[in-house]
């Protein structure tokens, strides 16, 4: 799934090339990722570009009217979600059910970009809303652990009296924007913390450690994705991780071997000997540690 870091990245990419732009073309492919009727689809064709922003993991494609309206178009990718970029875009209608786009965007300078699904659950969800607050999922989220305005003290008022384990605690999008599963997993390692923590239970040395991976590895990140074109943000996201997506390799900190607990459907990845004393997690089903 696209975090934070690669939707920034994409935020960027997109913000330097269409931003004054008209959108000539916006064609609906896949009709269940259209999750809004008023305003029509149609209101966005021959609105400018005025910038490209990030709301946790939604991308905001914010243009003007003629009548100096605002219009958003406004997109969650999901997990199999992406958005493939053309110089030139395609002249023809894409063909729904037939390929993974859901989405075909063109502007007047011949540019544009879909947005594509793989596999065959569909989640990407596409809106067009005057407000991004419109959007259900805009409005629920919680602070943006990037802004200047999460400070540790903000984290730690998130973090008491909450029963929950940090892990979901982090990828709780209403807690904290923008975390998802493979950030979360690198927090937890930079942390030298236990995905199975209590939230509550953090001291305030702990609170501390969190707080500043939680802003390194993000900044991190983002640093990384910026300036790439989309086609190199997968790659790049998949080198830059220590431990998520690395079962049975070399934890880079100390040697000790990553492991896993499989979840329905997902994983999370963390170091014993870095994270839980040695201790290996137990699958979630037996909710657990392992003895």
């Not at 074109?229 to 990553?258: F, I, N, S, Y």
């Not at 699958?283 to 540690?289: H, I, Y």
Request: glycine residues 10%; hydrophobic residues 40%; neutral net charge.
């Amino acid at each position: 799934m696209p975090e934070m870091p690669e939707v920034q990245g994409l935020v960027d990419f997109l913000d330097g090339r269409v931003t004054g732009l008209r959108l000539d073309r916006v064609q609906p492919v896949a009709i269940s990722a259209l999750r809004t009727f008023d305003p029509p689809v149609d209101a966005l064709v021959g609105t400018r570009v005025r910038g490209v922003a990030r709301h946790g993991k939604f991308l905001d494609v914010a243009t003007t009217t003629d009548a100096d309206e605002s219009l958003h178009l406004v997109f969650h990718l999901a997990k199999a979600g992406w958005l493939r970029w053309y110089d030139t875009a395609p002249a023809t209608p894409a063909k729904p059910g037939r390929g993974p786009v859901a989405l075909r965007v063109a502007f007047d300078d011949g540019s544009g970009f879909d947005l594509t699904e793989a596999g065959t659950r569909k989640a990407l969800a596409v809106y067009v809303v005057r407000d991004p607050a419109d959007v259900p999922g805009i409005a629920r989220l919680g602070p943006d652990p990037l802004e200047a305005a999460f400070t540790r003290a903000v984290l730690a008022g998130l973090l008491a009296g909450r029963r929950a384990r940090i892990k979901g605690m982090l990828r709780d999008q209403s807690v904290v924007a923008g975390i998802g599963n493979a950030y979360s997993d690198e927090i937890l390692h930079v942390a030298r913390m236990s995905p199975y923590a209590t939230a509550a239970s953090l001291d305030d040395g702990e609170i501390d450690t969190l707080y500043a991976a939680i802003r390194d590895t993000l900044a991190d990140a983002v640093a990384t994705a910026s300036g790439r074109p989309p086609a190199d943000l997968k790659d790049a996201k998949r080198r830059g991780m220590r431990v998520h997506g690395r079962r049975g390799e070399t934890c880079p900190v100390c040697g000790d071997e990553v492991r896993s607990v499989f979840f329905a459907d997902n994983s999370l990845e963390y170091c014993p000997t870095c994270q839980t004393g040695g201790r290996l997690l137990a699958d979630r089903r037996l909710s657990r540690l392992l003895k």
